[in-house]
């Protein structure tokens, strides 16, 4: 997650994408291609999950905090899940959303707000780490990561599961793992660095396979690679072996299902969507085969998602001028969500 301190007038090329849902349904949730629209008002969609059971998308809606669920083969936006003291709060920001496929449980992270607008320089504010039924719309756990941080470090903005139900929730300022045990009774800090440095931007998003859990580590270049089993985080440099690429400032990672592992994709807001692959998807060795570009300094891509057998990426619309001042939700009515299945192919074959 960045905010642009400047909130620049949004992008009209991107904004005017047009929709392409499907007219008719195939197998569990139907097709779906193309790009299409999410008719919300204040959406603001920073980060998202799809449950592939239900086929339905799960939204976190930054400025105003909640949760927006959407059936995009329907073309329905559902309901909107509202926290009490978090949501329509200006303290807070709803960041990270992670659905656990085992479970069917949602962990969710709601960021203390000043932290990304002034990029680590005030990490005060609280955090909250929530799992969430959203079938029975009941709060399993809601963790205050501020106390378990002490206030040291901050920037939570993304979240992944092991596959024993443990939550993993990646801080950016300075970089930071904390593990939440199942049952949110265990909290602990299970990757600190030696310096700890709150105005350091560090790593960016986490994405699971098995046990395995790959971070976007810096602004040099870097994936990590941990064990999840490991009592303690120990990062191991995932080494480039062809292509040559620097980091922006990144959001989201992602291992689309349909590559079983193998394709890892990196949201860089305003620079747009890398693509990684390991062919054995061990992830010792990488290839970096490119970059999908299509986002500015007024819409950020925040996340990369798998919907069906598709893979699009969310757009975020910081250049709206926020109806309170900088930092709240603007008057947009219409959120694009943008189909980059071809472009990832065409990387691919290169």
Not at 24 to 47: R, S
Not at 214 to 224: E, F, M, N, R, T
Not at 269 to 296: L, M
Not at 310 to 337: C, H, K, W
């Amino acid at each position: 997650m960045w905010i642009s301190p400047a909130l620049l007038t949004a992008a009209a090329a991107l904004t005017g994408i047009s929709s392409a849902l499907p007219s008719k349904h195939d197998g569990h949730c139907g097709p779906l291609k193309g790009n299409f629209t999410i008719k919300k008002y204040q959406l603001y969609p920073e980060n998202a999950d799809f449950d592939p059971d239900n086929c339905v998308l799960y939204l976190g809606q930054l400025w105003n905090a909640s949760l927006g669920v959407y059936d995009p083969f329907k073309d329905k936006y559902l309901e909107t899940i509202e926290f009490d003291g978090i949501s329509h709060n200006p303290a807070f920001h709803l960041g990270g959303v992670g659905f656990d496929k085992r479970t069917g449980l949602l962990s969710m992270v709601a960021d203390a707000a000043p932290t990304f607008g002034t990029l680590g320089q005030d990490i005060s504010g609280t955090n909250w780490l929530m799992k969430y039924d959203p079938k029975s719309h009941t709060m399993i756990y809601k963790i205050n990561l501020t106390e378990s941080s002490q206030g040291k470090y901050g920037g939570f903005q993304d979240v992944e599961q092991d596959p024993e139900g443990n939550v993993y929730v990646i801080g950016t300022f300075p970089s930071t793992i904390t593990k939440v045990s199942k049952d949110g009774k265990t909290v602990v800090p299970w990757y600190l660095p030696e310096v700890i440095d709150h105005t350091k931007r560090g790593t960016g998003g986490l994405a699971a396979l098995d046990w395995m859990l790959l971070v976007q580590g810096d602004q040099s270049g870097a994936i990590w690679r941990f064990d999840m089993r490991a009592e303690k985080g120990v990062p191991h440099p995932v080494k480039i072996v062809s292509g040559n690429h620097t980091f922006g400032d990144s959001d989201a990672i992602y291992l689309p299902p349909k590559y079983k592992g193998t394709v890892l994709l990196v949201a860089e807001d305003s620079a747009g969507i890398s693509v990684f692959r390991s062919k054995d998807a061990k992830w010792e060795t990488a290839e970096y085969k490119g970059i999908i570009t299509g986002a500015n300094a007024d819409i950020f891509n925040t996340a990369p998602i798998q919907i069906g057998e598709s893979v699009y990426t969310i757009l975020e619309p910081f250049g709206d001028a926020g109806l309170g001042g900088p930092g709240t939700a603007g008057n947009r009515t219409d959120f694009v969500v943008r189909d980059i299945s071809e472009e990832v192919e065409r990387l691919l074959a290169l």
